[in-house]
């Protein structure tokens, strides 16, 4: 028996109270928990709503993070790779002619530098966010 039904059903037996134990009050009862259930669905759709939401501003938040993590790193490893007190020879390496890209990239040991950097700076960002 559908909704429509069941108020149809009642409003014909609203005249007769004599059913009502019987068979108005349990298809009032039913009536009234699917309201309940259609209030708590959408009392937990608005949070699942919230807290997706908040997911979202961490989400966002991180990538900011990292985003500035990665920039960081690069530039304090450009700084040190352009440095020019940096002996002769030292840039190569950490750096290489890339012919492809016409730039350079990173040797396995500059990669290793650079990663080692942001990560130093990846652990500072969180160790900050812990103490605020």
């Known amino acids: ?9 009642l ?3 609203l005249a007769d109270e004599s059913d009502y134990e019987n068979n108005l ?3 009032l ?14 009392k937990m759709t608005n949070e699942r709503s919230i807290k ?4 979202d501003k961490k989400e966002r938040q991180l990538v900011i993070k990292m985003e500035t993590a990665y920039t960081i790193a690069d530039e304090i490893f450009f700084k040190f790779i352009d440095h020019e007190a940096l002996p002769s020879g030292v840039r190569e390496i950490f750096i290489e002619d890339d ?3 016409n730039g350079t990239k990173n040797t396995a ?7 080692s950097i ?8 969180k160790k900050t966010e812990e103490a605020i």
């Open 29 to 42: 009862q039913k009536l009234l928990n699917f309201f309940n259930e259609q209030r708590e669905d959408e």
């Open 1 to 9: 028996m559908n909704l429509q039904e069941i108020v149809i059903e």
């Open 25 to 27: 009050e349990p298809k």
């Open 52 to 55: 997706q939401t908040w997911l």
């Open 118 to 125: 942001e990560n130093k700076i990846v652990e500072l960002l």
């Open 99 to 101: 012919i492809e890209n």
């Open 109 to 115: 040991i500059g990669t290793e530098l650079y990663y």
């Open 11 to 13: 409003s014909e037996r």
